[in-house]
């Protein structure tokens, strides 16, 4: 999605696979088990202790969904 490849993308890399963050192609989470509801609250809020900034102030409620359904719509099954 362009809101993942314009936010998440410099973390994460451009194809999930992580970099200086965590890989989000693979069933493995750091925080919370992988819900709809877990990858939108972290994408919101975010994780000081991780440095993953959250998107509340920057990202509407729809965007964090669509951005939360991307990575979750296309991970691998592994």
């Known amino acids: ?5 314009q936010y998440c993308s410099a973390c994460h890399g451009v194809d999930k696979n992580g970099g200086f963050a965590s890989n ?3 069933q493995v989470w750091t925080l919370g088990k ?8 972290i ?7 991780l440095k ?5 102030s920057v990202l509407s409620d729809k965007q964090i969904q669509e951005v939360s359904s ?6 691998e099954s592994k």
Request: charged residues 20%.
């Open 1 to 5: 999605s362009a809101i993942y490849q």
């Open 24 to 26: 989000l192609n693979d």
């Open 52 to 56: 993953m900034p959250g998107w509340k």
């Open 34 to 41: 992988g819900t709809i509801e877990d990858v939108m609250k």
């Open 43 to 49: 994408t919101s809020d975010g994780n000081i202790p």
């Open 70 to 75: 991307y990575i979750l719509n296309t991970k």
